[in-house]
């Protein structure tokens, strides 16, 4: 069985499914028709019994570049100074909860999920790896949880689960710096659990992970994930709904028109603290 939508290419083969971003913006940029698929194509394949577990990778060089700010520019657009009404910014927080609950299906879910990561990774792509059981990458993948430097607080779960995965210490300087870091080390900070030399290896490894999960009894499979779902401290649930307040609250301002200018123009943002 194989599907094509206007972001995600989903295909099944036995037991196996594969989510593929396929863009239609740059870089499989995560446009408007990713956040309307991801929560529609991860509830469909939880529910499809022939569906033991899921591989979510890129389409071409790239994992994803991110939050397609262009054509997202409708939720942005409203909140470039700080004189937004109160009903643009409970729109804002109530999006913000609609985004986090596309990765949220793919945590929350019955089937295990497998992020396979080559080219960059930036952003809203570090967001979905995080969200996934399993985090694999090619020797030349490049990460970044870059939006600091837009003037945004991060808001669609890796400040929360980050911190399970590589620790406080690594979990804030990623997000406090914006800076890239290598596959190598992501691996050594536990951001992702194997490397694979190139693209095609990384595919072939994710499948070769993905078969080896799917020939385990299926019932079981999803109960170890729902076990291990239930120590995850109430904490996180808060911490996404604290966020998703925060920017409602604060992410409207100069800074932000400044960080998201400076991205199209190409140069170095100036921020004002205003």
């Not at 740059?26 to 569906?51: C, H, I, Q, S």
């Not at 729109?91 to 913000?96: A, D, K, R």
């Not at 979990?171 to 194997?194: H, K, P, Q, S, Y």
Request: hydrophobic share 45%; glycine share 10%; charged share 25%.
């Amino acid at each position: 069985m194989a599907s094509e939508r206007a972001a995600l290419e989903v295909s099944v083969n036995e037991g196996v499914a594969e989510v593929v971003l396929r863009g239609p913006g740059k870089g499989n940029a995560l446009g408007p028709d990713f956040w309307a698929e991801m929560p529609a194509v991860a509830d469909e394949l939880d529910r499809d019994p022939a569906v033991r577990v899921v591989v979510v990778r890129g389409s071409g060089e790239h994992f994803t570049y991110g939050l397609d700010l262009q054509a997202m520019g409708g939720l942005f657009a409203p909140l470039f100074n700080e004189a937004v009404p109160a009903a643009e910014r409970l729109h804002l927080y109530e999006e913000v909860g609609r985004l986090q609950r596309a990765f949220d299906r793919l945590a929350y879910g019955r089937k295990p999920v497998i992020g396979a990561a080559s080219g960059w990774c930036v952003g809203g792509g570090v967001h979905l790896l995080a969200a996934c059981d399993m985090r694999l990458a090619s020797s030349e993948a490049r990460f970044s949880l870059r939006e600091v430097r837009l003037a945004i607080t991060p808001d669609l779960g890796a400040l929360q689960r980050l911190p399970r995965l590589v620790g406080e210490g690594w979990a804030r300087r990623l997000a406090f710096t914006g800076e890239n870091i290598d596959a190598a080390t992501a691996l050594r900070i536990g951001l992702v659990d194997e490397l694979f030399e190139g693209p095609a290896a990384l595919i072939e490894g994710a499948r070769a992970l993905a078969r080896s999960i799917a020939d385990n009894p299926p019932l079981v499979v999803q109960g170890i994930k729902r076990v291990m779902n239930r120590a995850e401290p109430p904490a996180l649930a808060q911490g996404l709904d604290y966020v998703a307040l925060w920017n409602a609250a604060f992410l409207p301002s100069q800074d932000l028109a400044e960080g998201v200018a400076a991205a199209a123009q190409r140069r170095p943002p100036k921020f004002r603290g205003r």
